[in-house]
């Protein structure tokens, strides 16, 4: 091989763990063992139908390695489960936050009278940045038989999911909201259930109670018509919000 000659090389791609991988492979030192046959004849193995000198070795290698790299396949996304940690899921009832407003120079405060039910979850996301995440929320209320009609349901499931964007590697948070009158109206929580799921991928979930999982009732009931509400459409909006991650519109 020449000094000014380039090593034949060429980009082949590998899957890892850690995703694609571009790996250049040089073939300097079969150059040089070419090199080394040429001054013996040129020819390395001789068969009845088969001679391979240098040139005929380089072409065919070359051939093969550009034939498998054709074939070679970019590494498949990783699974959610493996940076999406689910830590927890619980409900509380939490009173509407105290504010104060000022309107034409009138300063008015309300305080918060009554109960909402907050639903929140705890995940730990692991990538550096993820572009988008979809938290489900299910629970299941038992009401009062006065409050209802006679024949009516008294045990319902209500259920929401928010996306939200550009999440950051780090524990977060999750919370959704049923109002107050659905919420005075259909009674105590029994069963709270989070889905997460990313671009349509699973990506874990929790339960409480943990002896109701297997059933898997959040997948068997039918839901009511009355929504979650997310943190945007609740007056939590602008509460600690630089806690919580941007919700997709």
């Not at 990538?127 to 319902?156: C, I, K, M, S």
């Not at 979650?228 to 919580?244: D, M, T």
């Amino acid at each position: 091989m020449q000094k000014n000659e380039k090593p034949d090389e060429i980009c082949l791609h590998s899957v890892s763990r850690k995703g694609l991988i571009h790996t250049t492979f040089s073939f300097r030192f079969l150059g040089k063992i070419a090199d080394y046959v040429l001054q013996r004849n040129t020819i390395i193995y001789r068969r009845p139908t088969m001679i391979l000198t240098r040139h005929s070795i380089r072409f065919t290698l070359m051939s093969m390695l550009l034939f498998t790299g054709g074939f070679a396949q970019e590494a498949a996304p990783r699974e959610p489960s493996t940076f999406i940690t689910v830590r927890s899921v619980r409900f509380d009832a939490i009173s509407t936050p105290d504010f104060q407003y000022n309107v034409r120079g009138v300063s008015t405060r309300r305080d918060g009278r009554r109960d909402w039910l907050q639903l929140t979850t705890e995940y730990d996301q692991d990538l550096p940045w993820l572009d988008e995440l979809t938290v489900t929320f299910y629970v299941v209320l038992t009401a009062d038989e006065r409050n209802f009609p006679q024949g009516a349901p008294l045990t319902n499931m209500f259920t929401g999911s928010v996306t939200y964007q550009n999440i950051k590697r780090g524990r977060h948070r999750s919370t959704m909201f049923l109002d107050p009158n659905t919420f005075e109206r259909f009674g105590r929580p029994s069963a709270v259930a989070v889905v997460y799921n990313v671009q349509g991928r699973a990506a874990g979930g929790e339960v409480q109670p943990q002896n109701t999982a297997a059933s898997r009732w959040w997948t068997t009931q039918t839901p009511h018509s009355i929504p979650l509400l997310n943190r945007a459409e609740s007056p939590w909006a602008l509460v600690e919000i630089e806690q919580f991650q941007t919700i997709k519109p």
